[in-house]
């Protein structure tokens, strides 16, 4: 029996050992992502970052451009009538909503594409829904307007995610609040 738990505690010291060597268990962002948090909170945005071993995290290709003072985004672009979670990488921030949806809709497989048939016409008559992660409260964002000026003010965790949706009657399922 004792020499059982000595080789007890001889396989937790070694499991211990290696999960200290173990890249998912450590915690601290790398400099890159604080240097995004830092500028997003520089310009009014409330950027929560998760730990590595998170999904989002990994589907996270975030980054703050130097040259050009500004975000490239990983953009989670949800259709819930067409049951399409569209995810577009490095969106700069001043482009406006209105062309990053164009541009999903419009560069869609074909499948895709006939699925999100409801979005094809009118761009412009669809209402853009953000979830604020702090209040738990969905945003209506004006599609016109660019994407740094739309999520000023939000908490955003990993990377912004808006649910596109087609029509009033889908519009009304989700409580909001309108931007300010």
């Known amino acids: ?29 790398t400099k890159m992502r604080r240097k995004l948090a830092s500028q997003a909170h520089k310009m009014g945005m409330r950027l929560r970052l998760m730990p590595p071993a998170m999904q ?11 040259a050009k003072k500004s975000i490239k985004w990983t953009l989670e672009l949800c259709f819930p009538k067409a049951g399409i979670k569209v995810i577009k990488h490095h969106v700069r921030d001043t482009v406006c909503w209105r062309d990053c949806i164009r541009s999903a809709v419009e ?3 074909y499948a895709r594409r006939i699925k999100l048939k409801h979005y094809h016409g009118g761009i412009d008559t669809v209402k853009l829904l953000y979830l604020d ?16 000026s739309t999520l000023t003010g939000k908490t955003i965790l990993e990377f912004p995610t808006v649910l596109v949706v087609a ?12 931007a300010e």
């Open 167 to 178: 029509n009033a009657e889908e519009d009304s399922q989700y409580p909001k609040w309108e």
């Open 133 to 148: 992660e702090a209040t738990k409260t969905y945003y209506r964002l004006p599609i016109k307007d660019s994407i740094r």
């Open 1 to 29: 029996t004792l020499l059982n738990d000595y080789h007890f505690l001889e396989d937790l010291a070694g499991e211990v050992a290696k999960s200290h060597r173990d890249p998912c268990t450590k915690t601290r962002p």
């Open 56 to 66: 989002r995290t990994r589907l996270n290709k975030s980054r703050w451009d130097n």
């Open 107 to 109: 560069h869609a497989d």
